[in-house]
């Protein structure tokens, strides 16, 4: 037997419990650190919150996690087992929640790299090696990074990030340093969405713009301005992330 959470049950008592404590849902959602459309989606039934998000959001609602995922306050203290065993199945659907986005993300990311490969390889069958070097290496660069942070970045940081001034993160292979810019819980959120979209907007139009220009000057094109080209477009990744860093600190 399964139990499945309703999303409308679910927002209709958040929503209550919101009002409840005197809070618009922009409130609710810097306390939380995440959107105000986030807090929105979640009250018209259409989507649920991680399950990370869980006992923060129960707790700024005033209530306990299992009354949340109840969708409706516990009165009596002593719950039976079979209760129990609804509100832990209701808390793993919970959790296969953001496995919908992540199929999402898995079809532009499967869609923005046959696109951005497609257009590397006319460029270089047009062109020839000479041109070719950095733009392959830039492309290499964004497939790999795009796919850790599509599939695997971590959505939430470790709480010594929000209570300490951190500019540096690293996991595994993986290394991102922004001096001067700290990290914490309430930028990560758009340090994370900023970099996706940036990673895949670059793989995708660093080809194309460079078949363009190649076009427009029809003639010899100077390499070192297509080497400057290609990397000045990594500025088009890290800049969007130092934006999201600063403005949401």
């Given at each position: 037997m399964t139990f499945e959470l309703d999303k409308e049950k679910f927002g209709e008592f958040v929503s209550k419990l919101r009002k409840e404590q005197g809070m618009t849902q922009r409130d609710l959602a810097e306390k939380l650190f995440v959107s105000d459309k986030a807090v929105s989606?979640?009250?018209?039934?259409?989507?649920?919150?991680?399950?990370?998000?869980?006992?923060?959001?129960?707790?700024?609602?005033?209530?306990t996690a299992a009354e949340l995922l109840n969708c409706g306050k516990i009165e009596d203290e002593k719950v039976d087992v079979s209760q129990v065993d609804e509100i832990v199945e209701k808390a793993i659907e919970l959790n296969k929640e953001p496995d919908i986005s992540k199929r999402k993300r898995f079809k532009i990311y499967v869609?923005?790299?046959?696109?951005?490969?497609?257009?590397?390889?006319?460029?270089?069958?047009?062109?020839?090696?000479?041109?070719?070097?950095?733009l392959i290496v830039?492309?290499?660069?964004?497939?790999?990074?795009?796919?850790?942070?599509?599939?695997?970045?971590?959505?939430?940081?470790?709480?010594?990030?929000?209570?300490?001034?951190v500019d540096y993160y690293t996991d595994g292979f993986f290394r991102l340093h922004t001096p001067g810019v700290y990290y914490n819980n309430r930028n990560w959120p758009y340090i994370i969405k900023n970099a996706r979209?940036?990673?895949m907007i670059v793989m995708v139009a660093l080809p194309i713009a460079s078949i363009l220009l190649r076009t427009f000057f029809s003639g010899s094109l100077p390499y070192i301005l297509v080497?400057?080209?290609?990397?000045?477009?990594?500025?088009?990744?890290?800049?969007?992330?130092?934006?999201?860093?600063?403005?949401?600190?």
């Amino acid at each position: 037997m399964t139990f499945e959470l309703d999303k409308e049950k679910f927002g209709e008592f958040v929503s209550k419990l919101r009002k409840e404590q005197g809070m618009t849902q922009r409130d609710l959602a810097e306390k939380l650190f995440v959107s105000d459309k986030a807090v929105s989606k979640w009250e018209r039934g259409q989507s649920l919150p991680d399950i990370t998000m869980l006992n923060p959001l129960a707790d700024a609602l005033g209530v306990t996690a299992a009354e949340l995922l109840n969708c409706g306050k516990i009165e009596d203290e002593k719950v039976d087992v079979s209760q129990v065993d609804e509100i832990v199945e209701k808390a793993i659907e919970l959790n296969k929640e953001p496995d919908i986005s992540k199929r999402k993300r898995f079809k532009i990311y499967v869609i923005c790299l046959i696109i951005g490969a497609a257009a590397t390889y006319y460029f270089y069958k047009n062109n020839g090696a000479q041109y070719y070097q950095s733009l392959i290496v830039i492309e290499i660069l964004t497939a790999i990074f795009g796919a850790y942070f599509m599939f695997f970045v971590k959505e939430r940081l470790p709480k010594y990030f929000d209570d300490n001034k951190v500019d540096y993160y690293t996991d595994g292979f993986f290394r991102l340093h922004t001096p001067g810019v700290y990290y914490n819980n309430r930028n990560w959120p758009y340090i994370i969405k900023n970099a996706r979209i940036s990673l895949m907007i670059v793989m995708v139009a660093l080809p194309i713009a460079s078949i363009l220009l190649r076009t427009f000057f029809s003639g010899s094109l100077p390499y070192i301005l297509v080497t400057t080209f290609s990397w000045s477009a990594i500025l088009g990744i890290f800049a969007p992330i130092y934006f999201g860093a600063i403005r949401y600190k």
